[in-house]
């Protein structure tokens, strides 16, 4: 065989051996990229092959499966895995407790598998997670405050989720929760007194309510006013609620969900310092504050700017009282409000439920703005027997199909159920029925109701997050 022959006959073997498809195609990260916060990873989905789902590897530890592609910018195609480079996750021996990775090299690989398990085809990058802020050294003293100016205002997207993690002493391993308030946090700057001091109206906005994933329309009373305090450069209140004698009164459910404590002093990595933490507990009570203990625990990047990363505990009591889930009558205000039932009846007295958490807040030390906060709130409370089965059905844990019940519509006479109607003179008066009860139960001088612990005991886990808009 002549020496061109066999070269030919060599590359046609070496192409044959091949793997038949190229490598997948990452639109982003790009290869030996820096990397900080939440990542985007996508891989083009015209890399895939047909009927392929993907699995995405950090470190070659699995993270997660997509199994259809979306729309991302351009209008491309492509799986998508967001990396949120701050959550724990166990990278090392399978023991090994989940640890926020650390800066420096990590790799990234997707692979494409078919429905039977085969890996058909598969592609990596490698890039650099840079959280910390390098302009400052941990050993260094940082000034934490509040930077007031008339007129500056802010604004906060804010989630509240509400999941059961354990009822009359069995735990409950649903993950869905019995309730979400979302809502838009406003907090704007009306006078400054001096360097230190300054008046802040906080108001919410933009509220809804969600019972097992159900829209409730109607929520009166949460963004019934605003709530005027006096505030120190420190986040701490020097006077509260100014303007309620005036008529100006937020819902006593609302609390500051967005404002940290800051230390008096300079404090660098590991310092300490004692504050309020305050979160509101809407459809459920009064808003709760309780003192807590802060660390600075690092410097990083959270929404593109220099962060304290600040840690916190908290403990103690908070009013609490979550009514019965679509058994509620016209006069208590039902699913469309924070309160069902007069006090003294059946769920309508608030109890007093212990209260353990924790939380992080990344806090811009250089405009002096809170960026982001994490919390997570753990309720241990009594609920009366009506409002646990409303809970077991609506997580489908009870009797029957698990189906949720439907709320009484209050624009109906003799609660009647009846599908939803247009506002009107009716809800108007029956938003002022509500703000009246608010007042007369929670108003100043009024004797608290003596605390009763009967009942199934429940304990519930609070997720709050509030991220800064502009």
Request: hydrophobic share 40%; aromatic share 8%.
């Amino acid at each position: 065989m002549r020496p061109a022959a066999r070269i030919l006959l060599a590359a046609g073997a070496l192409l044959c051996a091949a793997p038949a498809q190229a490598a997948l195609t990452f639109l982003w990260p790009r290869n030996n990229s820096v990397v900080r916060e939440s990542v985007n990873v996508a891989v083009d989905a015209a890399s895939v092959p047909a009927d392929a789902y993907v699995t995405f590897h950090l470190n070659d530890v699995f993270m997660v499966a997509v199994g259809t592609p979306g729309t991302v910018s351009g209008g491309r195609k492509a799986f998508v895995w967001l990396w949120d480079t701050r959550e724990p996750v166990n990278l090392g021996a399978p023991n090994d407790p989940p640890r926020r990775p650390e800066d420096g090299q990590y790799q990234i690989r997707a692979q494409a598998v078919t429905g039977d398990g085969r890996v058909v085809d598969s592609g990596t990058v490698t890039v650099r997670l840079a959280n910390r802020v390098t302009s400052v050294s941990p050993d260094t003293p940082v000034s934490l405050r509040y930077r007031y100016s008339v007129g500056a205002a802010r604004r906060y997207a804010v989630r509240i989720g509400v999941t059961v993690s354990e009822m009359g002493g069995a735990p409950i391993s649903s993950n869905q929760e019995i309730q979400t308030v979302s809502y838009t946090g406003l907090m704007s700057v009306a006078d400054v007194r001096d360097a230190d001091r300054a008046l802040i109206r906080y108001r919410p906005s933009d509220t809804t309510l969600r019972r097992f994933g159900r829209l409730i329309r109607f929520f009166p009373g949460f963004e019934d006013g605003s709530l005027y305090e006096l505030v120190d450069s420190r986040g701490n209140v020097l006077d509260s609620d100014l303007f309620s004698t005036a008529g100006i009164k937020a819902d006593p459910s609302f609390g500051v969900d967005y404002r940290t404590s800051l230390p008096r002093v300079p404090v660098a990595a590991g310092g300490q310092w004692q504050g309020a933490f305050t979160f509101s507990l809407p459809a459920m009570g009064t808003a709760a504050r309780l003192d807590a203990d802060f660390a600075l625990e690092g410097l990083e990047w959270a929404g593109g700017r220099e962060c304290a990363r600040i840690g916190s505990k908290f403990s103690g009591t908070a009013d609490f009282q979550f009514r019965q889930v679509g058994q509620e009558t016209q006069s208590g205000g039902g699913d469309f409000g924070p309160f069902g039932g007069a006090m003294g009846t059946a769920g309508g007295a608030s109890r007093p439920a212990r209260v353990n958490g924790t939380a992080t807040d990344w806090f811009a030390f250089r405009t002096g703005d809170l960026v982001r906060r994490e919390a997570t709130i753990e309720l241990d409370a009594f609920m009366d027997s009506g409002t646990v089965q409303a809970i077991n059905e609506g997580l489908g844990l009870g009797t029957g199909v698990g189906e949720v019940p439907q709320p009484v519509n209050p624009y109906a006479r003799g609660g009647e159920r009846t599908g939803p109607s247009g506002p009107g003179e009716e809800e108007w008066a029956l938003a002022e029925e509500y703000s009246e009860t608010v007042r007369g139960v929670f108003g100043p001088g009024r004797t608290a109701a003596t605390p009763t612990f009967e009942g199934t005991r429940v304990k519930l886990k609070i997720r709050i997050s509030a991220k800064l808009i502009n």
